[in-house]
């Protein structure tokens, strides 16, 4: 069993940055693959970005490849998302997710363990 904490979000202007994290509880945590998706109103949950157990691969959606930087820490049981150049569209609620089958997949479904959220507004 895995419990996840997003920490992080807030409202920022277009064009800034934003560091969530990503606290998890449970001694499988660096065992696991771990994702972050969001979801904005009236929208269905999308993939952001997801990285390996070892930190060795990662996987960003298209939308926010180079501006988003996905890591973690074993050590510290967290996982980071760096959002920098922020843009309206990046409005959304964000959820961390943890997958115990190692894959860094796009597909919500593979990802047991989820985060409650934590809001991202950015204004124009």
């Known amino acids: 069993q895995v419990q996840l904490v997003e920490t992080g979000g807030g409202l920022v202007q277009a064009g800034g940055s934003l560091r969530l994290s990503c606290a998890a509880s449970?001694?499988?945590?660096?065992?696991?693959?771990m994702g972050w998706f969001r979801q904005a109103p009236g929208k269905e949950r999308e993939f952001v970005a997801a990285?390996?157990?070892?930190?060795?691969?990662?996987n960003y959606a298209g939308s926010v490849k180079g501006r988003f930087t996905i890591s973690r820490d074993n050590a510290k049981n967290t996982v980071y998302l760096q959002m920098n150049n922020l843009q309206p569209e990046d409005t959304a609620a964000y959820y961390c997710?943890?997958?115990?089958?190692?894959?860094?997949?796009?597909?919500?479904?593979?990802?047991?363990?989820w985060g409650q959220g934590t809001q991202v507004t950015v204004s124009s």
């Open positions: 997710a943890a997958n115990p089958l190692g894959s860094i997949t796009v597909t919500k479904e593979f990802y047991r363990y």
């Open positions: 449970g001694r499988s945590f660096s065992a696991y693959a």
């Open positions: 990285i390996s157990w070892n930190r060795s691969n990662t």
